[in-house]
């Protein structure tokens, strides 16, 4: 697998609410997406303490992640989170999120994957799973509300098949809105 991550603290502050991870032992990679409520200091601790909770937690199932998460950031102001998870042999993906991260495959076609609402840390209630496929050179995107929800893939086209922090770069100068923290992190599934 690729993978290339692009954060942009809002006035490029010293605190990132938005928070970002990837994990894959070869077979099996999680991607995950977290935006702490808000913005500052508190964003930033409610983010790294979902990281962390997933981080020590991978080998339980996204469902069975997001409760557990959700119990132990309650002191926290809480997070709006999207996690993948994705077969590097067969390319099955599924995919749940909790508030509005946001997440689409671009493959033959663009799909986008939708989440539920509510906020990891809070309450949120049910929790449902997308299923997706992914061939190699196929992309996963997943992004915060500090960037504009509609990413015209369009316009990069020649960026697709390329250098993967140049694509996540250059996505994110064009769409991060200027009153929020914003992330956005880009998988690329590889030949297994
Ligand atoms: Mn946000």
Redesign the pocket.
């Known amino acids: 697998m690729q993978v290339a991550v692009s954060l942009r603290p809002l006035h490029a502050g010293p605190y990132c ?2 928070v970002v991870g990837y994990w894959s032992d070869g077979v099996t990679t999680t991607l995950a997406i977290i ?1 702490g ?3 500052g200091k508190f ?1 930033e601790i409610a983010g790294k303490a979902a990281l962390s909770f997933i981080e020590n937690h991978l080998d339980q199932d996204v469902s069975e992640i997001f409760s557990g998460c959700s119990d132990a950031i309650r002191d926290t102001r809480g997070v ?1 989170m999207g996690i993948a998870r994705i077969n590097e042999i067969g390319g099955a993906l599924t995919y749940s999120g909790v508030g ?1 991260t946001r997440a689409m495959i671009i493959g033959k076609k663009t799909s986008r994957l939708s989440g539920n609402n509510g906020i990891v840390g809070v309450d949120y209630q049910k929790l449902s799973v997308e299923n997706g496929r992914l061939d190699a050179g196929d992309l996963v995107f997943l992004y ?3 960037l504009r929800e509609f990413i015209d893939i369009s316009l990069y086209r020649e960026l697709l098949e390329g250098d993967l922090d140049l694509l996540a770069s250059s996505v994110i100068e064009d769409l991060a809105i200027e009153r ?3 992330a956005l992190l880009i998988y690329r599934k590889e030949a297994h």
Do not use: F
Request: hydrophobic share 25%; charged share 35%; net charge negative.
């Open positions: 609410g938005d935006d409520l808000g913005h964003a709006a509005n915060t509300d500090g929020d923290d914003a």
